[in-house]
């Protein structure tokens, strides 16, 4: 009784002596002043807390949407790396309880003449022996190497747990974007196709003033020369469309079928750009989530290589059965046990120790700078999405007056050369303008919806 009180004391003793450090007193600061907040509205109100149906309010993209994150393969295989990383955790976690093993050992020991205990038994003595038997062993966590082990894991099951998230996150901006790459890419068509048929009708027109001698063959061919530049454009827009439509199913992780979509005046996104507050894009953006978390995870790490360079506590104990007759072998005569406590202190190994800790305070600086680098770019991206927002929205209203004016000298010019009073280059500079206006005009729409679905990404929506 008094050697137990003896290790009592000795564990209590070594318990008090914390040598791991607190992870809430090393927390890096984030950086919210990268970001120029005075020069926008801030409120709490961000468009990171609309969920998916608020935000894409047509049915089929969220059809698609829906479609993405049941089969997208990518996203699986994220789902199944954050199982990975629960297990490991769930490992972590029972690293606090003993080892156990049971045994069950049949021994045949022949001796050698000239052996001690073969001159002593004779060396052609077969001693055969049986043992039966549960052996355990434990090591007492006096330095928190164990706690520290199973807070990493958590971080690391949770930093995998936000990429799941992000995955999300990027595969709904994906198939978002590549869904309005198609409808804007459907009006620019139609746009194409109805100058295809304008033109046609010029080529008539145009004949028809060659045959009454108001213009040349040059005019003719001129005007020609403009049908097939748009039908053209047509072959470049039909394959854009294939290819985004072979894109997205791939996204969708399913063969090859047609797209169906909405028209572009039925598209309705938020108008209002709320982007909220620094600490709401810290807590929404899972992939800043992932990084604080890699944070955590090294920097428990640091804790666990610290305590190797002091003594572990192991205890052992065995119990069972044990003779030399397999007959007696579950006799109470052949019960053994024993129980053993071991103290180890490391003095030298190679210096695998003084790596190890090394290596793990390098990596948590290294996992502090990613986090830094991410935030940063994570601010970026709210900055070039709100630019891009605006500069869209600005330009698409000069490309409209600049449309209106173009449409009016088209028409003023195609009158005009009907009573021989314009030159027909004139005319075909008028219309080739006029389609060029038209097509800027749906890509500036696209450059508005793909900056209204970065920025939803850019501030966390979306998971």
Known sequence: MRNYFVLLTLLSFLYSCKITEDFSEHRPEPLTETFPWSEYNIDTSTMANMTIDEFFKDSL??????????????LAMAMQAMDIANAYYLQGKAAYLPNVDATLQPSFLKNSNNSQFGSFLGGNKIVQS????????????????????????LADYLGVEASVKWAQTT??????????QLIALDEQKKITERTIQNRKK???????LKDAGLVTEVAVKQTEAQLYQSQAILVDLNKEIQLN???LNALLSRPYQVIERSEIDQI????????GIPAQLLENRPDLKMSEYNIRSTFELTNVARSYFYPSLNLTASTGFESLDIAKLLSPNSIFANLAAG??????NKRVNKTRLEVSELQYQQAILDYENQYIYAVKEVLDALTNADAADEKRNYQAMELQALSEAS???TELLNYGLANYLEVLTAQNQELSAELNIVSSQLNKWSAVISLYKALGGGW
């Open 202 to 208: 010029s080529i008539e027109t145009i004949q028809a």
């Open 411 to 413: 028409e003023y010019s």
């Open 61 to 74: 993209l969220l059809n698609l949407i829906e479609t993405g994150l049941e089969n997208n393969y990518s």
């Open 130 to 153: 049986y043992q039966l038997g549960v052996s355990a062993s434990w090591e007492a966590d006096i330095w928190g190497k164990l706690k520290a082990q199973e807070s990493s894991y």
């Open 171 to 180: 595969l709904i901006s994906n198939i978002a974007s590549l869904y309005f």
């Open 268 to 275: 309705d996104l938020p108008i209002a750009l709320t982007i």
């Open 245 to 247: 439509e072979n894109t």
């Open 343 to 348: 103290l180890t202190q490391p003095l030298a």
